[in-house]
């Protein structure tokens, strides 16, 4: 383990929402670095809205003043990706008890496959515990008002591709 305390903040980020900048932001409140990670399917490359290297790149531009936040994306285990940047830690968002059942399985599968890592879960900001990137894709498709859910720079991606509310 290095003496950096690195956190891995994973998920598919289609698009980074509010809700995961509120969790990214809470993160750097115990780690010194948070990685943030877009899991790339090389089976499922059509999959989602954005292509990964643009999430990625939405991720960036949201947190480009925090330099303890970078974004990545990786392929594979999330252990394994987990293991090769030298973090312990990997930080998912609870928003309700609907999120439990998946997190609690996917969180003791993962120290199963591997037990140097533990699963830290946060509570979002009460404002942001129902969102998620696939409302947030639904509504922004359907040319709904997704201002008050997603950062400025992806506001602006998804007002340029579906022309919706500004
Ligand atoms: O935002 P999501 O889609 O809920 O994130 C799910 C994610 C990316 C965290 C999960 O699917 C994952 O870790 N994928 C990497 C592959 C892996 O390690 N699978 C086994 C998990 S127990």
Same mark, same amino acid.
């Given at each position: ?12 980020? %289609?698009? #980074? ?5 509120? #969790? ?7 780690? %010194? ?25 939405? #991720? ?19 252990? %394994?990706?987990?293991? +090769? ?13 609907? %999120? ?40 922004? +498709? ?25």
């Amino acid at each position: 383990m290095s003496a950096e305390r690195i956190a891995v903040c994973p998920g598919s980020f %289609d698009p #980074i929402t509010l809700g995961h900048v509120d #969790i990214i932001r809470r993160s750097l409140r115990f780690a %010194d670095r948070v990685l943030v990670a877009v899991a790339y399917s090389a089976t499922h490359v059509k999959s989602g809205m954005f292509g990964v290297d643009e999430r990625v790149e939405m #991720i960036r531009e949201t947190f480009a003043g925090e330099p303890r936040v970078q974004a990545v994306s990786f392929q594979g285990l999330l252990v %394994d990706f987990a293991k +090769a940047q030298g973090a312990d830690m990997v930080v998912r968002g609870l928003r309700a008890v609907s %999120d439990f059942e998946y997190e609690f399985q996917m969180a003791l599968m993962n120290r199963r496959l591997w037990d140097g890592m533990e699963t830290v879960f946060l509570a979002p900001d009460l404002e942001h515990s129902y969102l998620s990137s696939s409302l947030v894709r639904q509504i922004a +498709a359907l040319k709904g008002d997704v201002s008050p859910f997603v950062p400025q720079n992806v506001l602006r991606r998804l007002n340029e591709r579906f022309g919706g509310a500004s």
